[in-house]
């Protein structure tokens, strides 16, 4: 009975203390106190050194303290959000009906466009000077069609591509998008070293022949997705060529146009479609694009960053 007495003696005293202390402290530095984490608290209370009693004064006093400074916080400003100009408004219209679909309805990106709030080419122009060409010509070698619009749709559909940019900038944290920068972690002298060996990527690439300028022509995520997975990889692309040979022996070569566990399917020489159920007939597929398919399983994180990191050397 005695030790019992001495040991609750001894537990009110340690937790007298620490009220002392915790009251001293939170007149001082509230918030910082606050700021430790629960899981130190926890640790510290289920030390053996602890009693159950000192462990539910620490949780609890824990929580008091973070409320307390939760309450004593700031509430963030409210961010304003600009207004359109008449001419944004109006290109909003304009972008809805041609742009939407790959860049997404507000330009922060879509399924197939890029993010063109965060656009580099968007950030560097004036009044127009770099959009408006870009929209009226296209790019060569990727999916931006030319589009044919008057002058005043362009001087709109411009105003609203800045006008989403500018409201993309009051949004912190809120993008969807992934930045250029995002992804410019690597080395790109590893990369070289990897691209010439281990990676085994010049057997079938040239930086001076297909993939010169790539860098270009890509950027961003959409240039490290054509690196990893060129489009129409699932079924060989245009390139595959698939030879099939029939239960009587016969055999049809020609461009791989169809592929799934089921069925197989090509176009012959003269641009005949020819399909076959896959376990009734024998095929071999050579496909230039396997290749990457094959690196999937060996590449490390380092290997993709470097990787990229050199063929964005490549412009």
Same mark, same amino acid.
């Given at each position: ?23 001293? =402290? +939170? $007149?001082? &530095? ?6 430790? @984490? ?5 640790? *510290? %209370?289920?030390?053996? =050194? +602890? $009693?159950? &009693? ?6 609890? @006093? ?5 409320? *307390? %400074?939760?309450?004593? =916080?700031?509430?963030? &400003? ?6 359109? @100009? ?6 909003? %219209? ?222």
């Amino acid at each position: 009975m005695q030790n019992q007495m001495n040991y609750r003696s001894q537990t009110m005293t340690k937790c007298h203390s620490i009220s002392i202390w915790m009251m001293r =402290a +939170a $007149s001082v &530095a509230v918030v910082t106190i606050a700021s430790l @984490s629960t899981q130190a608290y926890v640790h *510290a %209370a289920s030390s053996p =050194a +602890a $009693s159950p &009693a000192l462990a539910h004064y620490l949780q609890a @006093s824990n929580g008091m303290m973070a409320q *307390a %400074a939760q309450a004593k =916080a700031p509430a963030p &400003a409210p961010v304003e959000v600009p207004k359109p @100009s008449k001419e944004a408004e109006a290109g909003g %219209a304009v972008f809805m009906n041609n742009c939407a679909f790959c860049h997404g309805r507000d330009a922060a990106g879509g399924e197939s466009g890029p993010d063109l709030t965060r656009d580099k080419l968007v950030a560097d122009d004036k009044d127009g000077d770099k959009i408006i060409p870009v929209v009226r010509n296209g790019r060569a070698n990727t999916a931006m069609p030319a589009f044919s619009l008057n002058d005043t749709d362009m001087q709109n559909l411009q105003a609203f591509i800045h006008y989403r940019a500018l409201v993309t900038a009051t949004q912190k944290g809120g993008r969807r998008g992934v930045d250029v920068s995002d992804l410019q972690t690597g080395n790109a002298a590893d990369g070289k070293a990897f691209f010439e060996g281990a990676g085994g990527c010049n057997k079938c690439h040239s930086a001076t022949g297909d993939l010169a300028g790539i860098a270009n022509r890509y950027e961003g995520l959409a240039l490290e997705m054509h690196m990893l997975y060129p489009v129409n990889a699932r079924t060989g692309g245009s390139h595959a060529k698939v030879t099939v040979t029939t239960a009587d022996g016969k055999t049809v070569t020609g461009v791989i146009a169809y592929r799934d566990d089921f069925t197989i399917g090509l176009h012959d020489s003269n641009g005949v479609y020819h399909s076959w159920s896959t376990s009734k007939v024998k095929y071999t597929i050579d496909d230039p694009v396997q290749a990457h398919i094959d690196l999937f399983p060996k590449y490390t994180d380092k290997n993709v960053h470097d990787l990229f990191a050199y063929i964005e050397t490549l412009k």
